[in-house]
């Protein structure tokens, strides 16, 4: 068996297809974007959206998409490619990944106790002190050294064995390779996920109410373009959508065939991405707009994202629709377990990958060494404290560690390298060529998130995330991303198998075409 072979390959491309959108295609797609764009400008906010995808979003896939491509590793193998120092950069990228994974399969957990919910009526008339007392036995917040660990609780059963459900699709679907295992469970999530969130959108557009809800969500207010915080909305929402700068792109396209179709490859999945944040938006306001019609009150009274959202407004949504409403609620809560699975997969396998690139373990012990430490992790996440743990990591992780790594990405590759080169190169690969204005996207997208992040510090100073102690947000934020930090140091300095030493610094990319890397 080649070393190609024994890495893995997509079977076709339409498999690849499916698997980058559905990597794309997460939780954030229902319960932020609608909500994002509603409060943003609503159909004007349309406007910078498209804009940010055509400038940041594809361009950063096709960044991605080509670097995995070309070099054929994951993310520590093509940033060690382009210099042995910035191999840390990948394996920071990979952490993230890891971190990520540990709270959000538990997430979906929570989608499959609700999905039991939504035929049995489990949350009764109160879906809010439901789900923060009987479900999640939610206790205090952390404030001190010493109530973090008090804060936390007993493991929570009514949550830990759903997770260890979602646990064994995650491990089954990514034991079982890339083409046998991530391929075709994409191929059967993806048609699933579109059925169900078409019924949710079809249900939603017939009841009493829904226009309310859509002309809340579509209706222009132009004024808001002149807003700088709208627009860098826009590009957050295209950036932390995408599942860029944290390595599940770059182990994505290292399987693709030698000759793939690059650009089309990234134009797919960027317009497939946001094409189902639409129709998810479209939905969920639909309902909303029910939901609002029904209390008597305005469409933004009942509006808000995140967990909120999918575990307290939607039930409630769900105890007032006239008939069948178990079933249209086992179909919502069917549509998260699908967008989470098929995101959940992507990113554990930028950690399988990275594991086996790097120390020539094949991809089932790479899995079982991933799959038992981010496992026991996640179980602090399935306490009764665990919803803090969950809020502050994702907070950290997402809103400072993705901008960080994105930076970190963009100005080595953007300003230090040589882009024409990586442009020639997936133009000769392409049906559509790109011109010189991609180089210029991704060099303004670095200069953007630097932006971005300086204004999220700034907000930080001012007033502490969701009003958290310092000592919660130091222990869970901070904390996670110093572990990240020296993790990735260690990695990077730690020696790989022989065959990636030779691969990725004693081998030279002499495939059809040379990309030139060499320092400007």
């Known amino acids: 068996m080649s070393k190609e072979e024994n890495r893995g390959q997509w079977g076709s491309r339409s498999g690849f297809i499916l698997a980058a959108i559905g990597s794309a295609i997460g939780l954030g797609n229902i319960w932020r974007f609608p909500y994002v764009a509603a409060s943003n400008g609503g159909g004007a906010f349309l406007i910078p959206y498209l804009v940010a995808?055509?400038?940041?979003?594809?361009?950063l896939l096709i960044l991605e998409f080509a670097m995995g491509h070309k070099i054929r590793s994951?993310?520590?193998?093509?940033?060690?490619?382009?210099?042995?120092?910035?191999?840390?950069?990948?394996?920071?990228?990979?952490l993230i990944a890891?971190?990520?994974?540990?709270?959000?399969?538990?997430?979906?957990?929570?989608?499959?106790?609700?999905?039991?919910?939504?035929?049995t009526g489990a949350w009764g008339t109160d879906p809010k002190a439901f789900l923060f007392g009987e479900y999640l036995k939610l206790g205090d917040a952390p404030s001190t050294l010493g109530n973090l660990g008090a804060s936390l609780g007993g493991l929570n059963l009514k949550v830990a064995l759903p997770l260890l459900l979602v646990w064994g699709v995650n491990y089954s679907v990514l034991r079982m390779g890339v083409k046998n295992g991530l391929e075709k469970a994409n191929k059967i999530f993806m048609p699933l996920l579109i059925m169900a969130l078409f019924v949710i959108v079809i249900r939603g557009v017939t009841l009493p109410g829904a226009m309310?809800?859509?002309?809340?969500?579509?209706?222009?207010?132009?004024?808001?373009?002149?807003d700088p915080q709208v627009w860098l909305a826009a590009y957050g929402q295209i950036f932390f959508s995408l599942s860029i700068c944290f390595a599940i792109m770059y182990a994505y396209a290292s399987y693709l065939p030698?000759?793939?179709?690059?650009?089309?490859?990234?134009?797919?999945?960027?317009?497939?991405?946001?094409?189902?944040?639409?129709?998810?938006?479209?939905?969920?306001?639909?309902?909303?707009?029910f939901m609002a019609h029904t209390q008597g009150v305005s469409v933004a009274e009942v509006s808000t994202a995140g967990v909120g959202l999918a575990f307290i407004v939607f039930p409630e949504a769900i105890n007032q629709l006239p008939g069948m409403n178990g079933l249209i609620g086992g179909i919502f809560f069917v549509t998260l377990i699908f967008a989470g699975l098929s995101s959940s997969m992507s990113i554990m396998e930028a950690v399988v990958a990275a594991i086996s690139d790097k120390f020539?373990?094949?991809?089932?012990?790479?899995l079982?060494?991933?799959?038992?430490?981010?496992?026991i992790l996640s179980l602090l996440v399935a306490t009764n404290g665990g919803l803090y743990v969950l809020d502050i990591v994702d907070y950290a992780t997402n809103q400072y560690g993705i901008v960080i790594a994105g930076i970190l990405e963009l100005v080595i590759l953007g300003w230090f390298f040589n882009l024409e080169s990586v442009r020639t190169y997936v133009n000769e690969l392409s049906d559509f060529r790109v011109g010189k204005w991609w180089i210029w996207a991704i060099k303004g997208t670095s200069v953007l998130l630097v932006i971005i992040l300086a204004l999220k510090i700034k907000g930080e100073i001012a007033a502490p995330y969701e009003g958290y102690s310092w000592t919660a947000l130091g222990v869970y934020g901070l904390g996670v991303m110093l572990i990240i930090t020296a993790g990735s140091f260690i990695l990077a300095k730690r020696k790989g198998s022989q065959e990636f030493e030779d691969k990725i610094y004693n081998e030279p990319m002499n495939n059809e075409l040379e990309l030139d890397l060499d320092l400007d």
């Open 53 to 59: 995808l055509f400038t940041a979003g594809i361009p």
């Open 74 to 94: 994951s993310a520590p193998g093509v940033f060690a490619k382009l210099n042995k120092k910035y191999e840390a950069i990948g394996w920071f990228q990979t």
């Open 98 to 119: 890891f971190f990520i994974t540990t709270y959000y399969v538990v997430i979906i957990a929570w989608s499959f106790s609700y999905l039991f919910f939504a035929f």
């Open 212 to 226: 309310d809800g859509l002309d809340y969500f579509f209706s222009p207010d132009f004024s808001k373009l002149t």
């Open 258 to 289: 030698k000759k793939s179709d690059i650009v089309n490859n990234a134009f797919m999945t960027g317009l497939g991405n946001c094409s189902f944040s639409l129709i998810s938006g479209i939905g969920v306001f639909s309902i909303l707009g």
């Open 360 to 366: 020539k373990l094949t991809r089932v012990q790479a």
């Open 368 to 375: 079982n060494r991933f799959a038992l430490t981010s496992g």
